[in-house]
């Protein structure tokens, strides 16, 4: 141990880059790494076992590679716990007494306001250094912000674009003549279903003998947390972070643009990248993200629009998520537009269900810790948006089952776009539709007992019904909305009989799905 420690670099689970700004002139003479593993982290919402596998066997794996440097490491692990992360570095500064501590900012509001107030109770602000993971600072975002009297993500991406040299020509102008190719990204399979799965399947990372130990410890620390453990296939190392992202430019790439928003029961995958929870975790750089995809378009190896498409997820949708997250906290996980105010119906934890598609989106995300955003946002999200979930609820559930999600990506996610609570901060008008959308994007339909075309009756597929009564219950506010004036139109069609008999049929089908149980 360093008699004298000059400073204490604190590293949290999300903050994995070994080229991070907090190493800067780190000495391991003088310096030290402090990590933590928390069971309060897993607790506080209900965290589904996967994902805190995910995020302890890629800590763990991060301290042994700066042990092998020579570099000392303070770790606590989960046996140890200590109640909280703030109370853990409370004891590890009272133990080790550095002269002070570096950081770069924690991914979630509430552990930064916890972890400052442990520093400045013992006189150690930190210094903090510039997160250059991202590619937009949150001042950048701020100042964009301010220029503008509504935030749209797609004026931002273009300013990243040319700031950034991303996907333009030589004059400096966007590839193809056009800044977004979205309109070419929308198919859906077909009777013949998805092409060439087989060959496409991702790369499945084996655990090796440290993650098999995490596998373990959490099975047995937190047997009621959601999540099954068995599949378990990550990729934990930056190694492995970087062999999935040659994984997938060689193999759905091409295929990713075209089918991006399709679904398909039984298939989790299909032409995504599977990249989101490495790089949330920081084990892999976006700008190798982007650099590595738009070398396949100028190879000629993957269509443009495919490119651009996924392009615009990192360089524009990401950086704009988390700017959304800095400058709009700490109320922002509150905001309520819509006054919804159920409970999350228990299937959500199990997957218990008679509707094909959330019993299958469900499921998977149980089994696997992840679904693809068009099953997040058309599928869970537009259901929990229709039934009336509290966002709150709603954003609970998102943060505690899925592998990558850390509280500033996945906040405005389910708040903004998905829920609308902010009343139109992030998302120009509600992101809802019927059953008919989802039987037009995937063979969930198929297979379910419902039919997407009727609203009430035996057979109504409940997001019809939830859809037309979410517009009826809506439809004052909405109007003010002209991006819903189709929408509303068709509402106006429907006489007062049959505005009644489906919010009979909603308020029956909501009464049927009150939680039995608290989770």
Not at 52 to 79: I, S
Not at 231 to 260: C, I, K
Not at 311 to 337: H, K
Request: charged share 25%; glycine share 6%; aromatic share 10%.
């Amino acid at each position: 141990m360093i008699a004298a420690m000059r400073h204490l670099v604190l590293v949290l689970g999300d903050q994995l880059n070994r080229d991070s700004s907090a190493f800067d002139g780190f000495d391991p003479a003088v310096d030290i790494v402090w990590m933590a593993e928390e069971r309060h982290e897993s607790l506080r919402v209900p965290s589904s076992r996967i994902r805190t596998v995910m995020f302890l066997a890629a800590m763990r794996h991060f301290r042994d590679d700066l042990r092998a440097e020579g570099w000392q490491v303070d770790y606590q692990l989960l046996a140890d716990s200590k109640g909280s992360l703030a109370q853990a570095l409370d004891a590890a500064l009272r133990r080790l007494r550095p002269s002070g501590v570096i950081w770069f900012e924690p991914g979630e509001w509430q552990v930064r306001a916890d972890l400052l107030a442990v520093l400045e109770r013992h006189g150690l602000p930190p210094v903090v250094r510039d997160d250059r993971h991202f590619l937009c600072t949150p001042e950048r975002f701020a100042a964009h912000a301010a220029e503008r009297k509504q935030l749209r993500m797609e004026f931002f991406y273009r300013q990243m674009r040319r700031e950034h040299r991303v996907l333009l020509d030589a004059e400096g102008e966007p590839e193809g003549g056009e800044w977004n190719f979205d309109s070419e990204n929308r198919k859906s399979f077909g009777k013949a279903g998805p092409p060439r799965l087989t060959e496409s399947a991702p790369v499945a990372f084996v655990p090796d003998a440290t993650t098999r130990e995490v596998l373990r410890e959490v099975a047995e620390a937190f047997p009621e947390n959601p999540g099954e453990l068995a599949s378990f296939d990550w990729p934990v190392t930056p190694a492995e972070a970087l062999r999935a992202l040659q994984d997938f430019v060689q193999h759905r790439l091409a295929n990713f643009g075209d089918y991006q928003d399709a679904m398909w029961t039984a298939e989790p995958w299909l032409f995504h990248s599977r990249l989101s929870a490495a790089m949330n975790l920081k084990l892999l750089n976006p700008r190798v993200v982007i650099a590595a995809v738009e070398a396949e378009y100028r190879s000629g190896r993957a269509p443009l629009a495919a490119v651009e498409g996924f392009i615009r997820q990192i360089l524009g949708w990401r950086e704009y998520v988390r700017g959304i997250y800095w400058t709009q906290m700490p109320d922002y996980a509150d905001r309520n537009a819509l006054a919804a105010n159920q409970p999350l119906p228990d299937f959500f934890w199990t997957g218990e269900t008679d509707m094909a598609c959330l019993k299958d989106a469900v499921t998977q995300t149980l089994q696997h810790g992840y679904a693809h955003h068009i099953q997040r946002l058309m599928v869970t999200g537009l259901y929990t948006l229709l039934y009336g979930v509290a966002p709150r609820a709603v954003h609970e559930w998102y943060l505690g089952v899925y592998v990558d999600a850390i509280e500033w990506v996945e906040l405005p996610n389910t708040i903004g776009m998905s829920q609308y609570a902010d009343g139109g901060v992030m998302a120009s008008k509600p992101y809802v539709a019927s059953g008919k959308y989802i039987d037009r994007m995937s063979n969930y339909c198929k297979g379910c007992r419902y039919k997407p075309a009727e609203s009430v009756g035996d057979n109504a597929c409940p997001f019809t019904t939830l859809y037309w009564d979410f517009l009826n219950t809506h439809a004052d506010s909405l109007a003010k909305n002209p991006r819903m004036g189709m929408q509303l139109k068709n509402l106006n069609r429907l006489d007062a009989d049959a505005r009644a008999r489906i919010a009979a049929q909603a308020a029956a089908h909501r009464h049927a799905h009150q939680p039995q149980s608290p989770v």
